[in-house]
């Protein structure tokens, strides 16, 4: 059984830092691309981050770029996500993926964790 299983989010003030970890299990993740994608109250899943499975290409939206760091374990099946520079319009629940290829789509994204509730405060 295919699970994904977020950590690391919380509560913080604007301006801080948190770094979402997740860890893959049930499979072999290595030629799988790695990604993040959140959701806000009352708004649609959107693209974060994503990794190539062999680390070296990432993709940003461009609404953290500068800002979020996404980075791949050595064992290919974690993921980080490292997020400094908070915003309070960063709160939502931030889910981990893995899929085929290297995207900002969610459909391109087989597996999912059940996410990890991050909240910036103003």
């Known amino acids: 059984q295919v699970q994904l299983i977020e950590s690391g989010g919380g509560l913080v003030q604007a301006g801080g830092s948190l770094r979402l970890s997740c860890a893959a299990s049930?499979?072999?993740?290595?030629?799988?691309?790695m990604g993040w994608f959140r959701q806000a109250p009352g708004k649609e899943r959107e693209f974060v981050a994503a990794i190539h499975w062999n680390g070296y290409f990432t993709n940003y939206a461009d609404s953290v770029k500068g800002r979020f760091t996404i980075t791949r374990g050595d064992a290919k099946n974690t993921v980080y996500l490292q997020m400094n520079s908070l915003k309070p319009e960063d709160t939502a629940v931030y889910y981990c993926?893995?899929?085929?290829?290297?995207?900002?789509?969610?459909?391109?994204?087989?597996?999912w964790g059940q996410g990890t509730q991050v909240t910036v405060s103003s």
């Open positions: 993926s893995a899929g085929g290829v290297l995207s900002s789509v969610a459909p391109s994204y087989n597996y």
């Open positions: 049930g499979r072999t993740f290595d030629n799988y691309a």
